[in-house]
């Protein structure tokens, strides 16, 4: 286990807005910063950082909490993993404690992947820079290719041994369980029961997360066999989702956030060989068609997508329609074609970077104006196929969300297909309209059943009523709690204190809330008065939701709100004792209702005369108790 010291200096580090704008662009608002949220599919910022609370909230999903629970969230760690990012991120020393037997195994099969798939990177990287076969045979293909060392040792290119257990034998020599092994594809089981290598005398080209943990890899035989496939990648895996990767995103995630612009290209080779050009906001798809969830990895810090092609046209009109996704995210896409015979990779190497940014800015043409062009030319004079292409361009052109950019590519679509501009706003809007209603129709409440349903609305409305007056205790706790208290009659003492003394005859029914209320009054009988801090970062993640959704606002009053409207807003802290006790006398008065009403039902079932007066004589004493706490909460809320 981490120690507490290293925990300590690693919150301390620890700057929020630096953390989550690594995979989130924000922008600054006000005292906070916004951007769109990782978790759901958006186009209005509701991702909301707080950089003096040191919390992240999403309105959207409802996640929120540290820098910690945002990697969990985001990236799947475990609590310890999400701590060691951050201290090998801000250079700390981690210190752990001996472990048991218990923690040394693994906490998951995730975790156990993710070790396996990071020793064979090392295993590959060191078998091309420390073996013979490894340096005549990798390293030679990667020189040739024009790739520095710099660039090998920073992407952690390897070299698989062409021999058939070379890596499988070592790794279960070194403890590595068959059963990860065979999970992540490094290495397939015979029929017999024992392994053998996947990668064979391949040259291996590492596949890191976001966070830059290897987790898969794609291999490339230098052999000519055409017998042999050309690529092996890396099965699916709980750690590997190939739609949800993009093959350089680690080393390009800054520079596509500084630049505003993402480079998307096909290959390996093309995105190490572009990146070595000093082009670093640059990724690719690794040979698969483009996905959505890729799309929306790229949109986190741009909306810019520029595509690099090859002169192949085949492969170019093949890939038309799967961009029409990049439209609907709402992302302005650019394509560039390179002269036959070159790609992005030979194009960089043969011409140099300031010719390769030349042609670039020189041949870069709109998608949907770039589209148009590709298909006309194909279809010639044919009309029937020309009326084929103009649904086809209207298509995409009705995939854009934004209704100003759409018709801005009508209007350049008329005059290039030479077609009326009011028939192509005419088709466009027969397919939004198509679209709406397809829409409304997915969305329509299911049929009424015949036999009626009944609901206890009161009883229900009673259950959100009590969570509510809860979390209102745990949200006074955290932004008071430690406030002297300056009311008549009160003195020399904290407000969270007070506040847990008031209600120590209350039993809390959500468990969050009674877990929060039970680590506070823990902590007060310790001598110590809880910071909010100290709930952001703990390592329940019930509590950390429950805090964060506490503290978290969505909206934030302009400076000059009431100089604008002249309207005054509330503010809870000009009479604390009126929020305090309010909030202490309700939640308790809720409490005696629900017992009161627990009582009427017991006199109901009573039978002897002896228990209906027990349970009489405790209902008056309850109503007694309702009329105070009612009378007082009067009393104070007036005044």
Known sequence: MITKPTIDRIMEATDIVEVIGEFVQL?????????????????????????????????????????VTFLMELEKFTYPEALKWLAKK??????ETVENKEDREEDNRRE???????????????????TEEGQNIGLSYFKERGFTNETIRKFELGYSPDQWEAFSAQAVKEGYQEEFLVESGLSVKRDNGSL???YRGRVMFPIHSFTGRVIAFGGRTLKTDKNVPKYVNSPESEIYHKSNILYGLYFAKKAIREQDNCYLVEGYADVLSVHQAGIENVVASSGTSLTVEQVKLISRFTKNITILYDGDAAGIKASLRGLDLILEEGLNVKVVLFPDGHDPDSYVRKMGTAAFKKHIDEKKKDFILFKTDILLKEAGNDPIKKADIIRDVVESIAKIPDSIKASVFIKECSHIMQIDERALLSELNKM????????????????????????DEPQEKKIKESDTQEKEIVRL????????????????????PFMIAELSDVEFDQPACK???????????????????????????????????????????????YEMHKILVTDETANMKATILGAIFHLKK??????????????QKATSDADQDILLNQYMHMKKVEKHISDYLGSVILK
């Open 90 to 95: 801000y250079g700390i020393e981690v210190e």
């Open 432 to 455: 939004r309209l198509a679209k709406a209603k397809k829409g409304e129709q997915q969305q329509q409440p299911r049929p009424v059943p015949d036999e009626p349903q009944f609901f």
């Open 590 to 603: 809720h409490k005696v209702a629900k017992i009161l009403e627990n009582l009427r039902g017991e006199l």
């Open 112 to 130: 156990s992947l993710m070790i396996v798939s990071g020793y064979a990177a090392k295993f590959f990287h060191e078998s091309l820079l420390d």
């Open 196 to 198: 053998y290598d996947r």
């Open 477 to 496: 706790l955290l932004l008071y709690g430690n406030r002297m208290i300056d009311w008549d009659g009160i003195a020399n003492t904290y407000i969270g």
């Open 27 to 67: 922008k600054k608002r006000g005292a906070n910063y916004v951007g769109l949220s990782p978790f759901a599919n958006e186009r209005t910022p509701s991702f909301t950082v707080s950089p003096a609370k040191g919390i992240f909230k999403d309105f959207s999903s409802g996640k929120g909490g540290s820098a």
């Open 515 to 561: 877990q929060f209320v039970d680590i506070y009054r823990e902590e007060l009988e310790k001598g110590v008065l809880p910071e909010e801090q100290q709930f952001i970062h703990y390592p329940d993640k019930e509590i950390v939701d429950l805090v964060v959704t506490s503290i978290a606002t969505k909206y934030m009053l302009s400076e000059n709100w």
